[in-house]
C-alpha cells in the first residue's frame, strides 16, 4: 500500500426497485410500505415522485462525488435469502408466497456502479447457504473489499445442525481469500424479515467458529439498533466477544464498524460503554448512508431537517469525528477514521484496488 491512507467509509447501501436494472436491483411491498423508507421518501422530499433506480443510484453517486471527507465508499450488495438446503427463494418464483426475500441488490451491480464512479468500492453479499457460495467469492475475489451479511433479513441460522458444514466451509474460504465479513448487528428496523424470530441471529456473538477459522468478522454498528427503545443483550454480545478475545490472548481478526452509533435517538450511555469497552485500534469508520446522523450538541429535530440538503456522506464523516475526539486522542480518532484502509492493508489486498493505491 502507499504511504496515504485514505479515509473509506465502510457502510454504505444502495437499493432500487428494478425498473431499470431489473435482474439486479428489486425490493418487497413489505420494504416499501415500511416506516423506514416512507420516512426517506418524506426527508428526501420524494412524496411525489415515483422512487425509481435513478432516483436512489443519483443520490449516492452525487453525494459521494462531492463529497470532500472521505476519499472511498464501499457499496454493500444484498444477497436473496436461501433455504438450508440451497432452495432460492428470491423474486421471480413461481408461487410469489414462497419469495422470503425483502431486498436484493446483485453482486454484479455494485460492482460495476464502483466501476464507473472512482469514489465507490464494491461490497459483496454472498447467502452461504446458496450452493455456489464458494464460487461467488471466488469469482469476486479480485473486485470487491468485503462481503456483507444480514442474518435476520437474510435468515441465516447458524443454529440448524444441517448447515454447520456450509458455515464453516464458506467461513474457511473468506479466510483464504482474505475478505472481510461485514456482520450486521442489533435489531434491524429499516430491512424488513419475514420471520421476526431471526433477530435473534443478528449478534456478533454467533462469529467465534468464523473468527476460529482465520476468517476477517467486521461487528456493524457494534451491536447496537438504530433506537435506543429497541436495544437488548447485542451491545453485550458484541463486548463479551472483543473482551474473550484480549482475555485468552485470541488471535482473532475481529473488528466493530461505528455505522449508525450517532442515530437521533441515541442515549450517551451507549456510546460510553461502546467506546470504554471495545479497543480503539479495532474500531472502523462506516456511516450507514442514507441514515442521518446527529452531532453533540444538536437539537433532536435538527439532523432530519437539515437531512434533504444535507451531503450525508459528508455530513456523517465530519460527525463522527467530532465525536470520537471526543472519546479518544486526535491520533486515535484519525486512526479509526483511517481503519478500514488500514485493514486493507493487513490483509494484503490493498494492491488489488488500484484506486486505492495507483500502480
Known amino acids: 500500500m502507499g504511504d496515504e491512507r485514505k479515509v473509506i467509509d465502510m457502510h454504505v447501501h444502495v437499493a432500487g426497485r428494478g425498473d431499470v436494472w431489473k435482474e439486479d436491483l428489486w425490493w418487497s411491498k ?4 415500511g416506516l423506514a423508507f416512507k420516512s426517506l421518501t ?5 412524496g411525489c415522485k415515483p422512487v425509481g433506480d435513478w432516483l436512489m443510484v443519483d443520490a449516492l453517486t452525487d453525494q459521494a462525488a462531492k463529497a470532500k471527507r472521505i476519499d472511498y465508499a464501499v457499496v454493500l450488495a444484498f444477497d436473496n435469502v436461501y433455504d438450508p438446503d440451497g432452495t432460492y427463494r428470491g423474486p421471480k418464483r413461481p408461487n410469489p408466497k414462497e419469495v422470503l426475500s425483502t431486498l436484493y441488490v446483485s453482486n454484479r451491480f455494485v460492482v460495476e456502479l464502483c466501476g464507473s464512479n472512482p469514489k465507490l468500492l464494491p461490497g459483496i453479499s454472498v447467502h452461504p447457504f446458496r450452493p455456489d457460495a464458494l464460487k461467488e467469492l471466488d469469482d469476486y475475489k479480485d473486485k470487491a473489499v468485503l462481503c456483507k451479511w444480514m442474518p435476520s433479513a437474510q435468515l ?29 448487528t442489533g435489531i434491524e428496523t429499516s430491512i424488513p424479515t419475514v420471520y421476526k ?22 461487528v456493524a454498528h457494534c451491536g447496537c439498533s438504530y433506537f435506543d427503545l429497541l436495544q437488548d443483550n ?12 484480549q482475555d485468552e490472548g485470541k488471535d482473532w481478526k475481529l473488528y466493530a ?31 450507514d448512508f442514507p441514515n442521518p446522523a446527529k452531532g453533540r450538541r ?13 451531503n450525508l456522506l459528508n455530513r456523517s464523516a465530519r460527525i463522527a469525528e467530532k465525536w470520537l475526539r ?15 484502509h488500514r485493514l486493507l492493508g493487513s490483509l494484503g489486498r490493498g494492491n488489488q484496488l488500484n484506486r486505492i493505491d495507483p500502480a
Do not use: C
Open 30 to 33: 413489505q420494504f416499501e410500505n
Open 42 to 46: 418524506v426527508l428526501k422530499g420524494w
Open 156 to 184: 441465516i441460522d447458524f443454529d440448524n445442525p444441517r448447515v454447520q458444514g456450509k458455515l464453516e466451509r464458506f467461513y474457511a474460504k473468506l479466510a483464504e481469500i482474505k475478505l472481510p465479513l461485514l456482520l450486521h
Open 197 to 218: 424470530d431471526y433477530e435473534k441471529f443478528n449478534s456478533a456473538k454467533y462469529m467465534e467458529t468464523a473468527l476460529e477459522k482465520g476468517a476477517t468478522v467486521i
Open 234 to 245: 447485542m451491545v453485550d454480545d458484541t463486548i463479551r466477544l472483543f473482551k474473550r478475545m
Open 257 to 287: 464498524d461505528i455505522s449508525a452509533l450517532f442515530t437521533p435517538f441515541r442515549k450517551r450511555k451507549i456510546l460510553d460503554t461502546v467506546f470504554a469497552k471495545i479497543p480503539p485500534e479495532r474500531l472502523i469508520y462506516g456511516s
Open 298 to 310: 444538536e437539537f433532536f429535530l435538527r439532523p432530519f431537517l437539515r437531512y434533504r440538503r444535507a
Open 326 to 340: 471526543h472519546y479518544f486522542s486526535d491520533s486515535q480518532a484519525m486512526e479509526i477514521m483511517l481503519g478500514f
